[in-house]
């Protein structure tokens, strides 16, 4: 019984964490710190980035100037490749994932 109430309170600690905001370029994990000057893929940093994810396998990621990190949601992200968004979710550090509530 007392690891299920340890178990439950663990789980609640987890779900309350609570949602960041992060500023960065969105690329992907082959060129993660946006700079798309040795694969260019395509004439824009955009083109470069959904072809990479396209062609690849890579995922896109968000890169705030020092650090990337991989954004759990793989299908928004892409209207917004090579720009600069701010994406609220919640930050796993030890993993470096974002798990996306919006980008805008």
Same mark, same amino acid.
């Given at each position: ?19 960041q905001?992060? %500023?960065?370029?969105?690329?992907? /994990?082959?060129?993660?710190? @946006?700079?798309?000057a040795?694969?260019?893929? !395509?004439?824009? &940093? =955009?083109?470069?980035?959904t072809?990479?994810?396209?062609a ?8 705030d100037?020092?650090?990337?990190? %991989?954004l759990?949601?793989?299908? /928004?992200?892409?209207?917004? @490749? ?6 609220? !979710?919640?930050? &796993? =550090? ?8 919006s980008?805008?």
């Amino acid at each position: 019984m007392k690891f299920l109430c340890a178990l439950l309170l663990a789980g609640g600690a987890l779900q309350s964490a609570s949602p960041q905001t992060v %500023t960065g370029m969105i690329t992907e /994990s082959e060129c993660f710190d @946006a700079n798309h000057a040795l694969m260019r893929m !395509g004439d824009t &940093d =955009a083109e470069c980035t959904t072809a990479c994810v396209a062609a690849h396998g890579a995922s896109y990621v968000l890169f705030d100037g020092k650090n990337a990190y %991989t954004l759990s949601d793989q299908k /928004s992200p892409e209207k917004f @490749a090579g720009k600069k968004v701010t994406v609220v !979710g919640t930050l &796993d =550090a030890k993993t470096k994932t974002i798990q996306v509530v919006s980008i805008h």
